[in-house]
């Protein structure tokens, strides 16, 4: 689990560049209570294969997540950046917690999925069960996505390039800032 903290309150609202096709997500998401929204390229997502050494050596997820970079099969850093290729459009959306970063960008996912992007996906880390299903079968495969992170997205350096709020916590008491990506098309 990665934990951020708020640098810049003053910027946690609104959205700076919500041009394009993925304007209307950004939209979507704000007014779904994101703290901000940004559409941007998908080449400006920055990849970091060191976020495998984080996840595996001291994340108490390891193992006990059907999301965790850990699952049977899961994608790894690697192969992602293979898939983040074919990728022209996303949306980073930055949220205050953990439940709501998951519920607006699976909501932006299904919203891009029947306007017609088919390979829509959100990356927000899963939390829709107070503990996961794991090693027993995930209660809700359809909408379990794995963190940004998990695929070797460097979430501090992708929020950093659209100067958004990003810093690493001395405590978990900290404010803390939640970033999930929705890839549009
Ligand atoms: S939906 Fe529940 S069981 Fe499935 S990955 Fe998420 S937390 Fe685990």
Redesign the pocket.
Known sequence: MLLFKDRHPSRMAGSRKAGGKAGRYVAMALEMGAASAVAIRASEVVLDPRTYLKCMYGCKDWGR???CPSAPGAIKPWDFKNILKRYKSAVLVHCPDKKSSQKISYALERQAFVDGHYFAFSLSD?????????P??????K??RPAMQALGIDVYATARRQDLPISTLKNENETQNWYSLVLIE
């Open positions: 997540n059907w999301t899963c939390s829709l069960c107070d503990q996961c299903a794991h027993e079968p995930c209660r809700l495969p909408q379990a």
